[in-house]
């Protein structure tokens, strides 16, 4: 079946550095992926996505780069502050339809602590 | 605060027990999801509804139901409880039918089931 996975469990850097989140999905098929952010206590956020046609997206102090021949994304965080500390989850799904139910797959997240 | 209303937030009852969740989604939204999220599992998505009508399924157990009414509010019933099922559920909303990448969640019902 379909999985999604990352790298690290967790991962810890300095305030100001920037950070980078590594997530491996073993479906071909999946055309999108999406990174949530989730905070203690909080539901997940939607951060950024990207479709399959695409390699690399930008967001505000956030980068997504996909690597379709290895199956891997990456959450990258610019400059990262003391609010960035979570867990960072990607997912992964297929099949767009016209009424958005596609079912993502989830990864087990990554804990991103900021050190001051 | 992402617009999606869970409860309760904190749910302990014990096993073979029945449970019922509920989620107000964002206003406007018509589609709801939800999610089940345990330390071991991660994420899993359970069942989506959209204007009522039951659209997709995911890793849902036969244990457990949900149910999308006509003011678009949604819950998620699970019966005959085991110490299993203890997770965060999270209940999601989107406004546009054909992505779901715009999903907001809520902040989750923490079960306990002892």
């Known amino acids: 079946g379909e999985s999604v996975g990352l790298h690290l469990p967790t991962l810890s850097v300095q305030e100001g550095d920037n950070s980078i989140i590594n997530c491996a999905y073993s479906?071909?098929?999946?055309?999108?992926f999406i990174w949530y952010k989730q905070e203690s206590g909080k539901g997940p956020q939607f951060i950024i996505d990207i479709r399959s046609n695409m390699d690399k997206r930008q967001g505000q102090r956030v980068t997504v780069l996909l690597n379709k021949t290895v199956k891997h994304l990456s959450l990258q965080i610019a400059a990262t502050q003391p609010g960035d500390s979570a867990v960072y989850f990607c997912?992964?799904?297929?099949?767009?339809?016209?009424?958005?139910?596609?079912?993502?797959?989830f990864g087990t997240g990554t804990r991103l602590t900021i050190i001051p | 605060d992402s617009g999606v209303t869970q409860t309760p937030k904190h749910l302990i009852t014990a096993t073979g027990q029945r449970v019922t969740l509920r989620c107000s989604p964002r206003?406007?939204?018509?589609?709801v999801y939800w999610y089940q999220q345990s330390l071991d599992q991660g994420l899993q998505f359970l069942i989506q509804?959209?204007?009522?009508?039951?659209?997709a399924k995911g890793n849902i157990l036969e244990r457990f139901s949900a149910q999308q009414f006509p003011d678009l509010h949604s819950e998620l019933n699970l019966s005959s409880l085991e110490l299993g099922d203890s997770a965060l559920y999270f209940c999601?909303?989107?406004?546009?039918?054909?992505?779901?990448?715009?999903?907001?969640f809520g902040q989750g019902t923490r079960l306990t089931v002892v």
């Open positions: 509804y959209y204007n009522g009508e039951e659209r």
């Open positions: 206003s406007g939204d018509l589609s």
């Open positions: 999601a909303s989107s406004a546009a039918p054909n992505r779901d990448t715009e999903a907001f």
């Open positions: 479906n071909s098929a999946s055309d999108y």
């Open positions: 997912a992964g799904g297929r099949g767009v339809s016209n009424f958005g139910n596609e079912k993502l797959t």
